[in-house]
């Protein structure tokens, strides 16, 4: 339903919508995202391969990412994917040394930094000046202009990426001016800006009070700012990752002990930190339900995991139902950076990734096995 609702947006325009695998890689959602036409916005060889093998178009394919190695951009050279964001002179470098071995002309875009706060989460934060991302605004004149006599690079395009977990649509609107005004510019010196990238960043409503703007009207507020004539004929590019799954996704855990410690309520589950950080690194909160009716009492408490850290939970000083033993729960909105950035932290296996749809559901990860920890172990 989120990528059908981008695309309503995008009809209008020519478009690529890039879904950021970072978020989930898992290769079932890459194969609805290829059903559903999208193209794949990556940050590794290791997506890079794995959006190939779901097989996304190499046409469709983004790469974005400050650390591209050089065993990697000739990975993307050789797959011909669409375009590269480059991020430093470093890196445009390594890319027309490499493709002019091959006898290629790499597309690129320049990633821009447009300095504009967000206000998210600061270790989610991407575009203030000094992030370790993109270009600065005020250097990509120059930028641009020095790139210009590379003979193995053709620069067509022009990213943007803000941050992530954004519920306002302003810094959004607020960044599109600025590369809208250095769009005008680049083109006066000469460069054919085919491709306009705004990157990703639109958030999800973890907690009631958060009511960030659906996908289409978020996409009609930056089209509003590209309208004139010459802004019609430009391909736009999106890479949104945890607005398509963040919400479709829920952590299923069962409670493995309530203790009380000097009037303090935990509810200790089976599931914690090495299934999902975000709360404990980004202070994150997920709204957590109990599976069945819950019971009438209710307490407040910790719900913590079985990881040998005190950091290691999912909520604090939650008012939930009274649970018990075998209980189960569902920690809400775990579908973007829940299983993409889980661990075997304390040689836990990874959990079981469930496909559920039209009222069925198949595995689409099996369960790990100690088994499995042994074989990294040969």
Known sequence: EQMRDYKKGLASRNHILCYALKANSNPSILALARSEGCGADITSGGELHEALAAGISASKIVYAGVGKTDGEIRQAVKA???MFNV????????INSIAGRFGKKARVAVRINPDVDAKTHKKITTGTARAKFGIP?????????????LKNIEIAGIHSHIGSQIVS???????AKKIKNLVGKLESAGFKIKYVDL?????????RGENPPSPESFVREMFGVFSSERDLARTYIFEPGRSIVGVAGALVASVVYHKEVLGKHFFIADAGMSDLIRPTLYDAYHEILPVKK??????TADVVGP???????????RKLPLMKKNDLIAVMCAGAYGFAMS????????????????????????????????????
């Open 199 to 207: 990157g990703g960043g639109l958030g999800i409503r973890y907690r």
């Open 307 to 317: 990881i040998c850290e005190t950091g290691d939970f999912l909520a604090l000083s």
């Open 80 to 82: 011909g994917i669409l």
């Open 169 to 175: 649509v302003a810094p959004f609107v607020s960044a």
């Open 343 to 378: 661990s075997r932290y304390n040689s836990r296996p990874r959990a079981a990734e469930i496909l559920v749809s039209d009222g069925k559901f198949k595995i689409v990860r099996k369960r790990e096995t100690y088994a499995d920890l042994a074989m990294t172990d040969l």
């Open 87 to 94: 991020e430093s002179r470093a890196e445009i470098e390594s």
């Open 137 to 149: 605004i005020s250097d990509a004149i120059e930028f641009y202009l020095s790139s210009r006599p």
């Open 294 to 299: 819950p019971r009438a009492k209710t307490v």
